[in-house]
């Protein structure tokens, strides 16, 4: 079956503290991996995607196919970082259907 | 350019009653895709609609349904309506680059139902 986990439904960390989203999934063949993020009042936007190895906004997230995780990281948390966080999948080249782990929230303290 | 854009944002409606949802997509893009969002569930899949047509449907009961236009504006009933129906519906459109690595999915703001 496919399935998205993240494990934490809440992560609170300090200004300045590293920060650690962890997501897992299960998927049988070639996922394209992403994550989304969702601040307060606004839409849901793409963060980033494991195609294009990229870092946003400081975040960077490894696909790691032999434990199936995409965790996401960033080294020094803002508080502007605080919103929800969602790791979602598809199915490369085939759909646009994403599936969506329950998201994180995380809350960055002063 | 303009981003998705749902209508309306809030709806109340009593059990049994059904309901619409409108969604435009960015222009040009030609695939549409529906979301539920609850607390408890988080985002589920509802449906896909390219060129008028359903490409992938989730695990929703049939009072769930869709349709795609011909200018891509995709509508989504829900028909005889229950209380755990209540929730955020999200409509996200995308070009559709079959093999392609670069499709983003772009979302709407989403429609507020509550059924009481």
């Known amino acids: 079956a496919q399935r998205v986990t993240q494990p934490e439904k809440l992560l609170s960390v300090f200004k300045g503290a590293p920060v650690e989203l962890k997501c897992n999934y299960s998927?049988?063949?070639?996922?394209?991996l992403f994550w989304y993020v969702q601040y307060s009042r606004q839409r849901l936007q793409l963060l980033l995607r494991?195609?294009s190895r990229e870092s946003i906004k400081g975040f960077t997230a490894d696909l790691n196919k032999g434990e199936t995780s995409f965790h996401l990281k960033k080294p020094f948390a803002q508080e502007e970082d605080s919103a929800m966080y969602y790791c979602?999948?598809?199915?490369?080249?085939?759909?646009?259907?994403?599936?969506f782990g329950t998201g994180t929230l995380l809350a960055v303290q002063p | 350019k303009a981003g998705v854009t749902q209508t309306p944002r809030y709806l109340i409606k009593t059990r049994g009653q059904q309901v619409t949802l409108s969604c435009s997509p960015i222009?040009?893009?030609?695939?549409v895709s529906w979301y539920q969002q609850t607390p408890g569930q988080g985002l589920q899949f509802l449906f896909e609609?390219?060129?008028?047509?359903?490409?992938n449907k989730g695990n929703f009961p049939g009072r769930f349904s869709g349709r795609q236009f011909s200018n891509s504006r995709s509508e989504m009933n829900v028909s005889t309506l229950e209380l755990g129906d209540s929730a955020l519906y999200l409509c996200?459109?995308?070009?559709?680059?079959?093999?392609?690595?670069?499709?983003?999915?772009?979302f709407g703001q989403g429609t507020r139902l509550t059924v009481v």
């Open positions: 996200a459109s995308s070009l559709d680059l079959r093999g392609s690595w670069d499709t983003e999915a772009f």
């Open positions: 998927y049988s063949g070639s996922p394209e």
């Open positions: 494991h195609i």
């Open positions: 979602a999948l598809r199915r490369i080249g085939a759909t646009n259907k994403l599936i």
């Open positions: 222009s040009g893009h030609r695939s």
């Open positions: 609609y390219f060129s008028e047509t359903q490409r």
